[in-house]
């Protein structure tokens, strides 16, 4: 069965980084596209970057400039590199993809926070 795993997550300051990794199985990871997205405390959850099959990627405008998508199909894991982190930036991050079915790992806790 397709599973996402997330990690790297935890307590940064502002202006600090972050590297996030979703570690997939169950799929032919190479053939899909993936996306990170994030829900901050009451708040509807928001689409932050997505990488395509081909390594095309595509951000949010909140996080353009500032974070990286990218993927590495020997090891089936799609990473999100998070520099200049803002309080704003606060959030459970998840990744996810659409094979025949929408998804998602449990998520990952980032605080900016000084």
């Known amino acids: 069965q397709v599973q996402l795993v997330e990690s790297g997550g935890g307590l940064v300051q502002p202006g600090g980084s972050l590297r996030l990794s979703c570690a997939t199985s169950g799929f032919t990871f190479s053939n899909y596209a993936m996306r990170w997205h994030r829900q901050a405390p009451g708040k509807e959850r928001e689409l932050v970057a997505t990488?395509?099959?081909?390594?095309?990627?595509s951000y949010a405008d909140s996080v353009k400039g500032r974070f990286t998508i990218s993927r590495d199909n020997a090891k089936n894991t799609v990473y999100l590199q998070m520099n200049s982190l803002k309080p704003e930036d606060t959030a459970v991050y998840y990744c996810?993809?659409?094979?025949?079915?929408?998804?998602w790992g449990q998520g990952t806790q980032v605080t900016v926070s000084s």
């Open positions: 996810a993809t659409f094979t025949n079915w929408n998804y």
């Open positions: 990488i395509s099959s081909r390594s095309s990627t």
